[in-house]
């Protein structure tokens, strides 16, 4: 698959960039997508949830009344659960929510997310470009000269690059990421995914390494 190299107004360059079929092309696997974006979500969550049992709830622990013949029902403790002010029943406790995926299927989520897009015209390769300081509204710039300003766009950097990082990053719906970082979640969250041309065959190579 070819597709043609833009420049930072929208027009072409008249280069253009072949897209690996081993990365791009590939029957897209949808139950590894699920695991894949399953455990980064996971891994999101602080797990600081927490509340009080029995144990750390304030109060006395003197049986209320007699086990029997009051006709009412059996109570040990006004911590109990069933009281007001009471201990919360199973409730939730610090936990760490992430888990482990094998490397092979991260690589097998991360390219039939990028193989999606391909297959929906969603891909965009652009010309590199610096900028010379940080600032937003020339970021503004191009996505207005790629007609995507109002698109969640994913922008993918060979390397990390502060000035265009910090240009992008207080906008809505735009991401900025070096292809190292590259992952499922935001390949499939993006409507756009916009690769700098040196950066394609960056993940490329990530993409295929065994």
Partial sequence: ?????????????????????DVFGIEP????????VKQFLANQRQGTHSSKEKSTV???TKKLHRQKGTGGSRKGSIKSGTFVGGARIH??????????LNKKLKQLARKSALAYKAKDNNITVL?????????TKNYINILDGLK???????????????N???????????KIMAAKDL???????????????????VIENILNKA
């Fill in 29 to 36: 696997n949808d139950h590894a997508i699920y695991l894949d």
């Fill in 164 to 174: 265009i990082y910090r240009s992008g990053r207080n906008l809505p719906n735009t």
């Fill in 91 to 100: 409730g939730p406790q610090p936990r760490d929510y992430s888990f482990k």
């Fill in 58 to 60: 304030s109060g006395s």
């Fill in 183 to 201: 992952n499922t979640y935001d390949i499939l969250h993006a409507d756009t995914v916009i690769f700098i041309e040196n950066s394609v065959g």
């Fill in 148 to 162: 995507m300003s109002g698109s969640k766009t994913l922008l993918v950097l060979a390397d990390y690059n502060e």
């Fill in 1 to 21: 698959m070819e597709l043609a190299v833009l420049n930072t107004n929208g027009s072409e360059t008249g280069r253009k960039v072949t897209l690996n079929n």
């Fill in 127 to 135: 010309e590199s470009f610096q900028f010379e300081s940080p600032k």
